[in-house]
Nanobody, 120 residues
Framework: QVQLVESGGGLVQAGGSLRLSCAASGSILSINTMGWYRQAPGKERGLVAR???????NYAASVKGRFTISRDNAKNTVYLQMNSLKADDTAVYYC??????????????WGQGTLVTVSS
């Protein structure tokens, strides 16, 4: 069993900052791609940022220059530092990890989601 636990969401004023964390636990051998996605009301879930095992990153155009994704492989944790937040960033944020379990099976797992609300 593998679980992702997210934290760090909340209410912030426009222009402010938040840091999201997502920690994986369970029978994990290795973690490949780690990513953050978000879903605003009435919209589809979309990629915010992802980070590969070697540290390469991809960002959605709407967050580039404001958000930074990072990972701590020793802690099986991915972070999302969000600066200069805008009302349009309001959404439920989900982490996702592609990993290999100790039985050598591959697994894609999602976090439960954390709500970020940016007031204008």
């Amino acid at each position: 069993q593998v679980q992702l636990v997210e934290s760090g969401g909340g209410l912030v004023q426009a222009g402010g900052s938040l840091r999201l964390s997502c920690a994986a636990s369970g029978s994990i051998l290795s973690i490949n791609t780690m990513g953050w996605y978000r879903q605003a009301p009435g919209k589809e879930r979309g990629l915010v940022a992802r980070i590969m095992p070697g540290g390469n990153t991809n960002y959605a155009a709407s967050v580039k220059g404001r958000f930074t994704i990072s990972r701590d492989n020793a802690k099986n944790t991915v972070y999302l530092q969000m600066n200069s937040l805008k009302a349009d960033d309001t959404a439920v944020y989900y982490c996702k990890m592609n990993l290999v379990k100790r039985d050598y099976s591959a697994l894609e797992v999602w976090g439960q989601g954390t709500l970020v609300t940016v007031s204008s």
